[in-house]
Nanobody, 123 residues
Framework: QVQLVESGGGLVQAGGSLRLSCAAS????????MGWFRQAPGKEREFVAA???????YYPDSVKGRFTISRDNAKNTIYLQMNSLKPEDTAVYYC?????????????????WGQGTQVTVSS
């Protein structure tokens, strides 16, 4: 069983930055891939970023060049650095763990989810 706890959300003005963290416990963190997803009110949950066990990363076009995912296996933690934030980035952000080494952008490929952290970007 893997537990995930996100932190770092908050309110920021457009153009600003935030860094989210996700601490994992249970399992062997370095063996599995991790991802970030987000869900805005009235919308479906969508893929934001993923990182493989080896540190390879994957982003959708909507955040590429603005967001950076990283992992620290010594701390069992992943991060999401978000720069040049836009009002449309407002959502609850979730981290997720996939019990294989390789990343994926598909929600159904992930086995464990955190409770989420709210990010609000004001215009």
């Amino acid at each position: 069983q893997v537990q995930l706890v996100e932190s770092g959300g908050g309110l920021v003005q457009a153009g600003g930055s935030l860094r989210l963290s996700c601490a994992a416990s249970g399992g062997t963190f370095s063996d599995y891939a991790m991802g970030w997803f987000r869900q805005a009110p009235g919308k479906e949950r969508e893929f934001v970023a993923a990182v493989s066990w080896a540190g390879n990363t994957y982003y959708p076009d909507s955040v590429k060049g603005r967001f950076t995912i990283s992992r620290d296996n010594a701390k069992n933690t992943i991060y999401l650095q978000m720069n040049s934030l836009k009002p449309e980035d407002t959502a609850v952000y979730y981290c997720a763990a996939r019990m294989t080494p390789h990343y994926s952008g598909e929600i159904w490929d992930y086995d464990y989810w955190g409770q989420g952290t709210q990010v609000t970007v004001s215009s």
